[in-house]
């Protein structure tokens, strides 16, 4: 489904947990980190896509978050022209994306990777609220820019330009190890 400028409506997420950390996907058998993100289907809202999303790629439910924002307006990427899919080249620009701001109020022990038959990532970490300007590819670091920028009015205050002074990334959590608080025998 895209709009009559080649755009194809889709929902951004921005999951933080207590810390004001961002959870980050390693994308399955690539080496290419990101949000959570996904398409509106026809006769969705973005928020109820927002959620059909969280399940499928991260596994949490309504009840493991609490919707804190969400940006006002569309934000839009173009997607290199080598990237899109010979059929569609001519009329696929690329995303226009509402942005979600979500807090972790369940446990990181509820983040599953494994959700669906199709998962989205194969691996996790918690960021610093800055650090995906610095990995995320670059055709999507502007609209990052924008909804992180946008966005961190509500936890810090203010809107403000992207800081600088962050910590290092945690170390990834793979999806076949067992995530924090999970007991080795759990899946």
Do not use: C
Not at 61 to 67: G, K, S
Not at 154 to 168: A, N, S, V
């Amino acid at each position: 489904m895209l709009d009559k400028e080649g755009y194809r409506p889709n929902v951004g997420i921005i999951l933080v947990n207590q810390r004001d950390e961002v959870f980050w996907g390693k994308r399955i058998r690539e080496h290419s980190w990101q949000f959570p993100q996904g398409g509106i289907k026809r006769g969705e809202t973005p928020e109820q896509a927002m959620y059909r999303e969280l399940h499928e790629e991260v596994g949490l439910l309504p009840e493991h978050v609490r919707i804190i924002g969400r940006t006002r307006d569309w934000l839009r990427y173009d997607v290199p022209q080598n990237w899109v899919r010979r059929e569609f080249r001519g009329h696929y620009r690329g995303q226009k994306q509402i942005w979600f701001l979500l807090r972790l109020v369940g446990q990181d022990s509820d983040v599953s990777l494994r959700a669906t038959e199709q998962p989205e990532f194969d691996a996790w970490r918690w960021n610093d609220f800055w650090i995906p300007l610095e990995t995320v590819i670059e055709f999507k670091r502007h609209v990052y820019e924008q909804a992180l920028n946008e966005l961190s009015r509500h936890l810090f205050g203010r809107e403000h330009p992207r800081q600088r002074d962050h910590r290092p990334p945690s170390p990834p959590l793979d999806a076949t190890q067992p995530e924090p608080g999970a007991s080795a025998g759990k899946a």
